[in-house]
């Protein structure tokens, strides 16, 4: 498997953190040292379906591919309006694709899960284009009046189109049975048969247990591709890991031993777009050309679950 085009597109509403500490009891000191995080965009007259759809045709024209040619959309998401049909259902049709679709939740860790789902797709040759697309929306998870949560989102979409190639190494995902560190619960509709209420509650999180679910996986899942592959932590040129906090970053590459260069960011501008912050991530560098050919890239997610997710390609786009 091989990528050959990427593309993301993002609201255009950029909030900082002054913005938020204007109705809410933070600063922009406390976010910015806890976090990493100085802004990031919100949807507010955009819709996500549009983002999703620009981000897919975007990752298409790179490809030089028409949607027709798609064999297979995986659409990473976990909020949206819609609840059926699936967010990829509705993309297809805006981008001229024929194609099966699925939505797969895996939370943060969805884009890596995508990929994953992609190649054993191709492995067993029921697929050759696929189109891997995350589109996220958490800012309508958490609770505006939640300091804990709300800090820290931001809403953004990214896609990548893969095809047949050697590119792709290897990846490993995990699901740990770790639903009370973090959750959302949707409210249902009431029920005549139902005795008690389901109203959901908005995103809980319990930021320290996440934290160190998140360092471990990560480092664990990449040292599991490491050792796969037969490629040392120092041959690897870039580490694009999730974006959700600056120190969790830091902390795996201190682990790692590797130097800042190698582990680039967004989240100051971004915030934490879940699934999408490693696509929208790759397509940076990509467009900036920060990515060459031949590079060693390994991409590490973890999310809600507790998932996470790990793989290792070399970039050959150009
Ligand atoms: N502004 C000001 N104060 C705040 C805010 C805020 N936005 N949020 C929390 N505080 C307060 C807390 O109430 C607490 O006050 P107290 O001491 O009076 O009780 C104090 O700040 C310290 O809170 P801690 O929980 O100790 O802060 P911590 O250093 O752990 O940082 C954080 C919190 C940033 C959430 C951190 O734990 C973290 O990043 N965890 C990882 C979670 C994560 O990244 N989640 C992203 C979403 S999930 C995902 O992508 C997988």
């Not at 800012?139 to 820290?152: E, G, H, I, P, Q």
């Not at 953004?156 to 190639?165: F, H, I, L, N």
Request: proline share 3%.
């Amino acid at each position: 498997m091989k990528i050959i085009g990427t593309g993301s597109a993002l609201p255009s509403l950029s909030v900082t953190n002054e913005m938020l500490s204007l109705f809410m009891d933070t600063s922009d000191e406390w976010i910015r040292t806890r976090t990493g995080i100085s802004e990031r965009k919100i949807i507010s007259d955009e819709n996500l379906t549009d983002l999703a759809v620009e981000a897919a045709k975007r990752a298409l024209k790179e490809a030089n591919m028409d949607g027709a040619e798609l064999d297979y959309i995986i659409c990473s998401n976990v909020m949206n309006y819609y609840v059926t049909p699936s967010l990829s259902c509705l993309i297809a049709g805006q981008i001229n694709a024929s194609c099966p679709c699925v939505d797969l939740n895996a939370a943060c860790s969805g884009f890596v899960y995508g990929l994953d789902m992609a190649h054993a797709y191709q492995m067993a040759g029921k697929a050759k284009n696929i189109l891997i697309l995350c589109a996220e929306e958490p800012t309508r998870m958490c609770s505006w009046k939640d300091r804990n949560t709300a800090v820290l989102f931001g809403d953004g979409a990214a896609a990548v189109v893969v095809t047949e190639g050697n590119d792709f190494k290897a990846s490993y995902i995990t699901a740990k049975h770790r639903p009370e560190i973090l959750y959302y619960q949707r409210p249902l509709e009431d029920c005549p048969f139902v005795k008690y209420q389901q109203r959901g509650v908005p995103l809980y999180m319990n930021g320290k247990e996440v934290f160190k679910m998140a360092v471990n996986a990560s480092v664990e899942g990449i040292e599991r591709i490491l050792k796969e592959t037969g490629y040392t932590a120092d041959q690897v040129d870039h580490y694009i890991l999730h974006q959700a906090n600056i120190r969790i970053i830091e902390t795996i590459r201190t682990q790692l031993r590797q130097p800042e260069e190698k582990f680039p960011h967004n989240i100051e501008r971004l915030g934490n777009t879940s699934s999408a912050t490693i696509p929208i991530l790759l397509d940076e560098l990509n467009k900036s050309g920060e990515l060459k050919n031949g590079d060693t890239v390994i991409l590490c997610g973890f999310g809600a679950g507790f998932t996470a997710g790990a793989c290792l390609f070399t970039w050959t786009i150009n």
